[in-house]
């Protein structure tokens, strides 16, 4: 049951889009309006800079 929760919340974890909140929260951002329109680390990297996209 235990490995269970934890596959739970490595999935709940991962569905987070913090590409797109850090963009927003902190650079007011919305990293799917630049660059190639996706949230991946790649674009977020390009767009907001190498602190964000680490």
């Known amino acids: 049951m235990e490995n269970y929760v934890i ?4 999935y709940l974890l ?4 913090s590409a797109l909140w850090i963009g ?3 650079y ?5 309006q630049h ?5 991946g680390a790649t674009n977020t ?3 907001l800079g190498k602190k964000a996209g680490i």
């Open 7 to 10: 596959i739970l919340a490595a």
């Open 24 to 26: 927003k929260l902190f």
């Open 35 to 39: 660059g190639s329109g996706n949230m």
């Open 45 to 47: 990297f390009r767009v």
């Open 28 to 32: 007011g951002t919305d990293v799917r």
């Open 14 to 17: 991962g569905s987070i889009p």
